[in-house]
Protein backbone atom coordinates (compact mmCIF):
# COMPACT_ATOMS: atom_id res chain seq x y z
CA UNK A 1 0.00 0.00 0.00
CA UNK A 2 1.13 3.31 -0.63
CA UNK A 3 1.84 6.12 2.04
CA UNK A 4 0.82 9.99 1.51
CA UNK A 5 2.17 13.18 2.63
CA UNK A 6 0.32 16.50 3.74
CA UNK A 7 2.39 19.62 3.52
CA UNK A 8 1.40 23.03 4.90
CA UNK A 9 3.37 26.09 5.27
CA UNK A 10 3.78 25.94 9.60
CA UNK A 11 7.54 24.07 10.28
CA UNK A 12 5.55 20.94 10.37
CA UNK A 13 5.75 17.74 9.39
CA UNK A 14 3.08 15.83 8.18
CA UNK A 15 3.41 11.88 7.64
CA UNK A 16 0.05 10.16 6.56
CA UNK A 17 0.88 5.95 6.54
CA UNK A 18 -2.37 3.81 5.50
CA UNK A 19 -0.28 0.12 5.29
CA UNK A 20 -0.57 -2.59 7.32
CA UNK A 21 3.21 -2.60 8.81
CA UNK A 22 3.27 -6.17 10.32
CA UNK A 23 6.89 -7.82 8.72
CA UNK A 24 6.05 -9.47 5.41
CA UNK A 25 2.83 -8.28 5.10
CA UNK A 26 3.44 -5.17 3.50
CA UNK A 27 7.03 -3.00 2.69
CA UNK A 28 6.52 0.10 4.10
CA UNK A 29 7.86 3.18 2.32
CA UNK A 30 10.77 5.25 3.90
CA UNK A 31 8.60 8.80 4.40
CA UNK A 32 11.33 10.72 3.37
CA UNK A 33 11.04 9.18 -0.17
CA UNK A 34 7.85 10.58 -0.04
CA UNK A 35 6.62 13.94 -2.21
CA UNK A 36 5.62 16.67 -0.44
CA UNK A 37 2.27 17.61 -2.38
CA UNK A 38 1.99 21.87 -2.79
CA UNK A 39 0.56 24.17 -0.12
CA UNK A 40 -2.56 23.72 1.40
CA UNK A 41 -3.41 20.49 -0.80
CA UNK A 42 -3.22 16.85 0.53
CA UNK A 43 -1.75 13.97 -1.20
CA UNK A 44 -4.14 10.93 0.05
CA UNK A 45 -3.53 7.54 -0.97
CA UNK A 46 -6.69 5.04 -2.39
CA UNK A 47 -6.46 3.25 0.07
CA UNK A 48 -7.03 5.88 2.57
CA UNK A 49 -10.30 7.14 1.32
CA UNK A 50 -12.57 6.64 3.85
CA UNK A 51 -10.91 6.42 7.15
CA UNK A 52 -11.18 9.21 9.92
CA UNK A 53 -8.64 12.00 9.84
CA UNK A 54 -7.53 13.59 12.86
CA UNK A 55 -5.58 16.62 13.34
CA UNK A 56 -3.39 16.97 16.24
CA UNK A 57 -2.23 20.57 16.97
CA UNK A 58 0.60 22.41 18.45
CA UNK A 59 0.55 25.71 19.89
CA UNK A 60 2.87 28.18 22.22
CA UNK A 61 0.46 29.43 25.26
CA UNK A 62 1.56 32.37 26.70
CA UNK A 63 -0.21 34.21 30.24
CA UNK A 64 -2.46 35.93 27.33
CA UNK A 65 -5.50 34.08 26.86
CA UNK A 66 -6.92 36.10 23.85
CA UNK A 67 -3.62 35.96 22.08
CA UNK A 68 -3.43 31.91 22.15
CA UNK A 69 -7.42 31.39 21.91
CA UNK A 70 -7.17 33.28 18.48
CA UNK A 71 -3.90 30.54 17.96
CA UNK A 72 -5.79 27.48 19.02
CA UNK A 73 -9.09 28.40 16.93
CA UNK A 74 -7.20 28.96 14.06
CA UNK A 75 -5.16 25.24 13.75
CA UNK A 76 -9.01 23.98 14.59
CA UNK A 77 -10.41 26.26 11.74
CA UNK A 78 -7.59 24.89 9.77
CA UNK A 79 -8.27 21.10 10.39
CA UNK A 80 -11.74 21.32 9.64
CA UNK A 81 -10.58 22.63 6.46
CA UNK A 82 -8.59 19.89 5.36
CA UNK A 83 -11.63 17.39 6.38
CA UNK A 84 -10.34 16.04 10.16
CA UNK A 85 -13.59 14.71 12.54
CA UNK A 86 -11.73 15.39 15.64
CA UNK A 87 -8.90 18.03 16.45
CA UNK A 88 -6.51 17.82 19.36
CA UNK A 89 -5.43 20.56 21.46
CA UNK A 90 -2.60 20.06 24.34
CA UNK A 91 -2.06 20.35 27.78
CA UNK A 92 -2.79 23.99 28.93
CA UNK A 93 -4.29 25.20 25.79
CA UNK A 94 -6.28 28.12 27.39
CA UNK A 95 -3.11 29.88 28.87
CA UNK A 96 0.19 28.87 30.67
CA UNK A 97 1.11 31.25 33.13
CA UNK A 98 3.86 32.72 35.07
CA UNK A 99 3.28 31.36 38.35
CA UNK A 100 1.17 29.72 40.96
CA UNK A 101 -0.98 32.72 41.62
CA UNK A 102 -1.24 34.08 37.87
CA UNK A 103 -2.63 30.56 36.97
CA UNK A 104 -5.42 30.69 39.88
CA UNK A 105 -6.18 34.25 38.60
CA UNK A 106 -6.95 33.06 35.21
CA UNK A 107 -9.00 30.22 35.61
CA UNK A 108 -12.35 29.22 34.83
CA UNK A 109 -14.74 27.26 35.49
CA UNK A 110 -15.85 24.78 32.99
CA UNK A 111 -19.36 27.00 32.24
CA UNK A 112 -17.70 29.55 31.87
CA UNK A 113 -16.43 31.71 29.02
CA UNK A 114 -13.76 30.38 27.30
CA UNK A 115 -15.36 26.71 27.03
CA UNK A 116 -18.42 28.15 25.45
CA UNK A 117 -16.01 29.51 22.82
CA UNK A 118 -14.50 26.57 21.73
CA UNK A 119 -18.22 24.97 22.04
CA UNK A 120 -19.29 27.72 19.92
CA UNK A 121 -15.96 26.66 17.53
CA UNK A 122 -17.30 23.10 17.25
CA UNK A 123 -20.35 23.63 16.18
CA UNK A 124 -19.16 26.34 13.59
CA UNK A 125 -16.67 23.97 12.24
CA UNK A 126 -18.90 20.66 12.59
CA UNK A 127 -16.00 18.53 14.28
CA UNK A 128 -14.81 17.24 17.53
CA UNK A 129 -12.70 19.03 19.86
CA UNK A 130 -10.39 17.73 22.35
CA UNK A 131 -9.26 20.12 24.53
CA UNK A 132 -6.49 18.33 26.15
CA UNK A 133 -5.64 20.30 29.53
CA UNK A 134 -7.90 23.29 30.65
CA UNK A 135 -7.82 25.29 34.31
CA UNK A 136 -10.80 24.46 35.56
CA UNK A 137 -12.19 26.11 39.01
CA UNK A 138 -14.00 23.03 39.48
CA UNK A 139 -17.57 22.65 42.39
CA UNK A 140 -15.10 22.78 45.41
CA UNK A 141 -13.54 25.96 44.37
CA UNK A 142 -14.40 28.34 47.00
CA UNK A 143 -13.05 26.00 50.01
CA UNK A 144 -9.72 24.55 48.36
CA UNK A 145 -8.86 27.42 45.87
CA UNK A 146 -7.41 24.99 44.02
CA UNK A 147 -8.15 23.77 40.22
CA UNK A 148 -8.38 20.80 38.51
CA UNK A 149 -6.29 20.15 35.17
CA UNK A 150 -9.40 19.03 33.33
CA UNK A 151 -9.31 17.35 29.87
CA UNK A 152 -12.58 18.47 27.97
CA UNK A 153 -14.14 17.07 25.19
CA UNK A 154 -16.47 18.37 23.18
CA UNK A 155 -18.56 16.62 19.82
CA UNK A 156 -19.47 18.88 17.15
CA UNK A 157 -22.36 19.98 18.39
CA UNK A 158 -20.51 21.83 21.63
CA UNK A 159 -21.85 19.46 23.90
CA UNK A 160 -19.71 18.18 26.27
CA UNK A 161 -19.30 14.73 26.06
CA UNK A 162 -16.10 13.72 28.71
CA UNK A 163 -14.33 15.25 30.86
CA UNK A 164 -11.32 13.91 33.03
CA UNK A 165 -9.65 15.75 35.49
CA UNK A 166 -5.57 14.57 35.86
CA UNK A 167 -4.73 12.00 38.03
CA UNK A 168 -1.09 11.80 38.14
CA UNK A 169 0.28 15.36 38.93
CA UNK A 170 3.87 16.39 38.40
CA UNK A 171 5.78 17.43 40.98
CA UNK A 172 9.53 17.20 40.12
CA UNK A 173 13.13 18.71 40.07
CA UNK A 174 15.11 18.20 37.07
CA UNK A 175 18.83 19.71 37.14
CA UNK A 176 18.36 21.82 33.92
CA UNK A 177 15.04 22.33 34.33
CA UNK A 178 14.16 23.39 37.13
CA UNK A 179 11.55 22.41 39.79
CA UNK A 180 7.58 21.99 39.25
CA UNK A 181 5.03 21.59 41.55
CA UNK A 182 1.77 20.76 40.00
CA UNK A 183 0.00 19.80 43.27
CA UNK A 184 0.59 23.70 44.87
CA UNK A 185 -2.70 25.17 42.63
CA UNK A 186 -4.08 21.73 41.30
CA UNK A 187 -6.11 18.94 43.21
CA UNK A 188 -5.57 15.47 41.63
CA UNK A 189 -8.67 13.68 39.59
CA UNK A 190 -10.42 11.08 41.80
CA UNK A 191 -10.84 8.41 38.61
CA UNK A 192 -9.53 7.71 35.56
CA UNK A 193 -13.14 7.63 33.22
CA UNK A 194 -14.10 5.35 30.47
CA UNK A 195 -12.87 5.28 26.56
CA UNK A 196 -15.44 7.85 25.04
CA UNK A 197 -17.16 6.70 21.51
CA UNK A 198 -16.22 9.46 18.74
CA UNK A 199 -16.15 9.47 14.61
CA UNK A 200 -12.04 8.37 15.20
CA UNK A 201 -12.63 5.60 17.59
CA UNK A 202 -13.34 4.89 21.70
CA UNK A 203 -10.63 7.44 23.30
CA UNK A 204 -9.27 7.36 26.54
CA UNK A 205 -8.40 10.37 27.97
CA UNK A 206 -5.05 11.32 29.76
CA UNK A 207 -2.56 14.41 30.26
CA UNK A 208 1.22 14.54 30.32
CA UNK A 209 2.51 13.27 33.37
CA UNK A 210 -0.22 10.40 33.17
CA UNK A 211 2.12 9.34 30.08
CA UNK A 212 4.67 7.63 32.10
CA UNK A 213 2.05 5.47 34.35
CA UNK A 214 1.48 2.46 32.07
CA UNK A 215 -1.07 0.91 34.56
CA UNK A 216 -3.82 3.93 33.05
CA UNK A 217 -3.14 3.43 29.40
CA UNK A 218 -3.51 -0.76 30.17
CA UNK A 219 -6.61 -0.27 32.38
CA UNK A 220 -8.02 2.24 29.36
CA UNK A 221 -7.34 -0.48 26.59
CA UNK A 222 -8.85 -3.22 28.71
CA UNK A 223 -11.90 -0.93 28.65
CA UNK A 224 -12.00 -0.96 25.42
CA UNK A 225 -10.18 1.96 24.41
CA UNK A 226 -8.79 2.62 20.60
CA UNK A 227 -7.18 5.87 20.53
CA UNK A 228 -4.90 7.17 23.77
CA UNK A 229 -4.26 10.53 24.00
CA UNK A 230 -1.85 12.72 26.08
CA UNK A 231 -2.11 16.67 25.40
CA UNK A 232 1.13 17.55 27.23
CA UNK A 233 3.82 20.59 27.91
CA UNK A 234 6.95 18.40 27.74
CA UNK A 235 9.90 20.42 28.72
CA UNK A 236 13.17 20.83 27.49
CA UNK A 237 14.97 18.49 29.55
CA UNK A 238 12.62 15.60 29.87
CA UNK A 239 11.08 15.90 26.21
CA UNK A 240 14.23 15.20 24.42
CA UNK A 241 14.76 12.22 26.67
CA UNK A 242 11.57 10.50 27.38
CA UNK A 243 8.61 11.72 25.19
CA UNK A 244 8.91 9.89 22.10
CA UNK A 245 9.95 6.54 23.90
CA UNK A 246 7.18 6.80 26.03
CA UNK A 247 4.89 7.47 23.62
CA UNK A 248 5.77 4.56 21.41
CA UNK A 249 6.08 2.53 24.12
CA UNK A 250 2.31 2.94 24.98
CA UNK A 251 1.18 2.21 21.72
CA UNK A 252 3.34 -0.85 21.56
CA UNK A 253 1.85 -2.03 24.87
CA UNK A 254 -1.81 -1.26 24.48
CA UNK A 255 -1.96 -1.75 21.18
CA UNK A 256 -3.37 1.47 20.47
CA UNK A 257 -3.22 4.51 18.35
CA UNK A 258 -1.58 7.16 20.56
CA UNK A 259 -2.37 10.89 19.93
CA UNK A 260 -0.34 13.46 21.59
CA UNK A 261 -0.83 17.22 21.12
CA UNK A 262 2.33 19.32 22.63
CA UNK A 263 3.02 22.49 23.65
CA UNK A 264 6.17 23.95 21.91
CA UNK A 265 8.39 26.97 22.48
CA UNK A 266 8.77 29.53 24.70
CA UNK A 267 5.79 30.53 26.48
CA UNK A 268 7.30 33.26 28.58
CA UNK A 269 10.94 33.72 30.42
CA UNK A 270 10.37 31.03 32.80
CA UNK A 271 9.27 28.34 31.02
CA UNK A 272 9.69 26.74 27.16
CA UNK A 273 8.15 23.29 25.63
CA UNK A 274 9.31 20.99 23.72
CA UNK A 275 6.96 20.19 21.24
CA UNK A 276 7.14 17.37 18.78
CA UNK A 277 3.57 16.88 18.50
CA UNK A 278 2.74 13.30 16.92
CA UNK A 279 0.63 10.42 16.28
CA UNK A 280 2.02 6.64 16.85
CA UNK A 281 -0.35 3.27 15.37
CA UNK A 282 -0.91 0.63 17.19
CA UNK A 283 3.10 -1.23 15.67
CA UNK A 284 4.88 1.82 17.08
CA UNK A 285 5.06 3.56 14.19
CA UNK A 286 5.27 7.48 14.16
CA UNK A 287 2.54 7.97 11.66
CA UNK A 288 2.73 12.07 11.59
CA UNK A 289 4.70 14.36 13.84
CA UNK A 290 5.14 18.26 14.14
CA UNK A 291 8.28 19.41 13.99
CA UNK A 292 9.69 22.80 15.18
CA UNK A 293 7.08 26.01 15.38
CA UNK A 294 3.06 26.11 15.75
CA UNK A 295 1.00 24.06 13.24
CA UNK A 296 -0.75 20.89 13.11
CA UNK A 297 -0.44 17.45 11.51
CA UNK A 298 -3.18 14.84 10.59
CA UNK A 299 -3.30 10.96 10.42
CA UNK A 300 -5.75 8.69 9.36
CA UNK A 301 -6.88 6.22 12.13
CA UNK A 302 -7.81 2.72 10.65
CA UNK A 303 -9.43 0.83 13.21
CA UNK A 304 -8.93 -2.40 11.13
CA UNK A 305 -5.45 -2.71 11.10
CA UNK A 306 -5.57 -1.92 15.14
CA UNK A 307 -7.30 -4.95 14.99
CA UNK A 308 -5.37 -7.02 12.64
CA UNK A 309 -1.95 -6.07 14.84
CA UNK A 310 -4.32 -7.29 17.80
CA UNK A 311 -5.24 -10.72 16.63
CA UNK A 312 -1.64 -11.26 15.16
CA UNK A 313 0.03 -10.28 18.89
CA UNK A 314 -2.70 -11.12 21.19
CA UNK A 315 -0.73 -9.89 23.96
CA UNK A 316 -4.18 -9.23 26.14
CA UNK A 317 -4.87 -12.54 26.41
CA UNK A 318 -1.45 -13.43 27.05
CA UNK A 319 -1.55 -11.23 30.49
CA UNK A 320 -0.90 -12.62 34.18
CA UNK A 321 -2.69 -10.75 36.81
CA UNK A 322 -2.06 -13.79 39.19
CA UNK A 323 1.06 -12.44 39.16
CA UNK A 324 1.44 -8.68 38.85
CA UNK A 325 -2.43 -8.07 39.98
CA UNK A 326 -0.49 -5.17 42.37
CA UNK A 327 2.08 -3.44 40.27
CA UNK A 328 0.08 -0.13 40.45
CA UNK A 329 1.19 -0.06 44.75
CA UNK A 330 3.84 2.18 45.58
CA UNK A 331 6.50 0.01 47.50
CA UNK A 332 8.02 2.59 50.57
CA UNK A 333 11.10 0.30 50.53
CA UNK A 334 11.83 1.59 47.28
CA UNK A 335 12.38 5.04 48.18
CA UNK A 336 12.93 5.08 52.11
CA UNK A 337 15.05 0.95 52.52
Known sequence: MLSSTLWMPRKCLFLLRSAFRLPGLSQLRDPASTKHS???????????????????????????????????SGLVQEAAKLGACLAFL????????????????????????LVNRYARLARECGLWISLG??????????????????????????????????????????????SMCE?????????????????AGKIGLAICYDLRFPELSLALAQDGAEILTYPSAFGLVTGPAHWEVLLRARAIETQCYVVA?????QHHEKRGSYGHSMVVDPWGVVVARCSEGPGLC????????????????PVAQHRRPDLYGNLGRPNPCLHTC
Open 183 to 199: STSTVPGPTRGSPVSTP
Open 133 to 178: GFHERGQDWEQTQRIYNCHVLLDSKGSIVATYRKTHLCDVELPGQG
Open 90 to 113: PEAFDFIARDPAETLQLSEPLDGD
Open 298 to 313: LAHIDLAYLRQVRQHM
Open 261 to 265: AAQWG
Open 38 to 72: RPGTMAVSSSSRGLPLVAVCQVTSTPDKEQTFAAC
